[in-house]
């Protein structure tokens, strides 16, 4: 079997270390230079692992797995791309599986992937030959029977969902099928916090405790209003109420610190999302997350 070095993997295991792993959106067009520069200054800015979404949103994108594959190749950085469940049956989903470990990649996360939108569903169909914990057992099994060089199988954990305790069943059950790690909602509230704190308790799979700073009132409204799986509390609304862009994001700076703070007693390292491919902000964050 492939023994390659997985140096984010050896990162989370390692008490010494809490790595980030950013998240950053690919092209809705062809042209990828304004996101390759994005991604070169997250890496250059401390970035351990750049993460590409699958088609947010059910809207298409460039390709999350030939986007990460691209940047582990010209720019060096660990990758982990998303696999969804919605457009790929178990042909294609094995077919795309054997072709990333042909690329040296290392890390995937699995996810069910979110919904096409009602105006498009006329004439764009989901797949979902899989939800993401069968998604799970079958790469669990490609990297036991097909994969010479195994991925590291990573899964979403919803920690602001209102029964806490289901998505905790179900992340045991994905531990159960190979998952060895969980990339967490972002984290705004109390009970999130809580939730990410009796995760720790009962998962044994790494967790990266997800950021995702806010840069105006008007984003603040519409991800607790419209993004499924994010809750933002109303006092952390209040305080981008007039804000100008430099506000939004000295406020998005001080919060997400702080929330970096209070989670790491539950956390192996910190998934951050980038918002409007604002690069230099999350530079900015990681900086001051580490020198806290």
């Given at each position: 079997m492939d023994t390659r070095k997985n140096a984010f993997w050896d990162a989370l295991c390692d008490p010494g270390q809490r790595p980030f792993a950013?998240?950053?959106?690919?092209?809705?067009?062809?042209?990828?230079s304004r996101f390759m520069a994005?991604?070169?200054?997250?890496?250059?800015?401390?970035?351990?692992?750049?993460?590409?979404?699958?088609s947010p949103l059910g809207q298409a994108r460039?390709?999350?797995c030939m986007t990460a594959c691209k940047?582990?190749?010209?720019?060096?950085?660990?990758?982990?791309?998303?696999?969804a469940c919605r457009d790929r049956n178990q042909i294609a989903a094995q077919a795309l599986m054997m072709g990333l470990c042909a690329e040296n990649i290392e890390n995937i996360l699995l996810v069910t992937g979110d919904p096409i939108p009602a105006s498009n569903r006329e004439s764009v169909k989901s797949v979902y030959n899989f939800n993401s914990r069968t998604l799970i057992a079958f790469?669990?099994?490609?990297?036991?029977?097909?994969?010479p060089a195994p991925f590291r199988i990573f899964a979403a954990l919803n920690v602001n969902a209102h029964n806490f305790?289901?998505?905790?069943?179900?992340?045991?059950e994905k531990e159960e099928n190979g998952a060895v790690g969980f990339l967490t909602q972002p984290v705004f509230t109390e009970k999130a916090l809580e939730n990410l704190r009796f995760a720790r308790e009962t998962l044994g799979g790494r967790l990266l405790g997800g950021i995702m700073p806010i840069v105006s009132h008007r984003?603040?409204?519409y991800l607790d209003r419209q993004v499924a799986g994010i809750r933002v509390d109303e006092k952390t609304v209040a305080l981008y109420e007039g804000a100008d862009r430099e506000r939004g994001e000295a406020v998005a700076l001080e919060l997400s610190c702080n929330m970096a703070k209070r989670m790491e007693p539950f956390v192996d390292g910190y998934f951050l999302v980038t918002p409007f491919?604002?690069?230099?902000?999350?530079v900015r964050i990681m900086e001051a997350i580490r020198n806290a």
């Open positions: 950013v998240e950053l959106d690919s092209p809705v067009n062809g042209n990828i994005g991604a070169r200054e997250l890496r250059d800015g401390g970035a351990d692992l750049i993460t590409v979404p699958d460039m390709d999350s940047l582990k190749r010209e720019l060096g950085i660990d990758v982990m791309p998303h696999l790469a669990d099994r490609l990297n036991k029977s097909v994969l305790p289901i998505q905790l069943r179900l992340a045991k984003n603040a409204l491919s604002r690069t230099a902000l999350m």
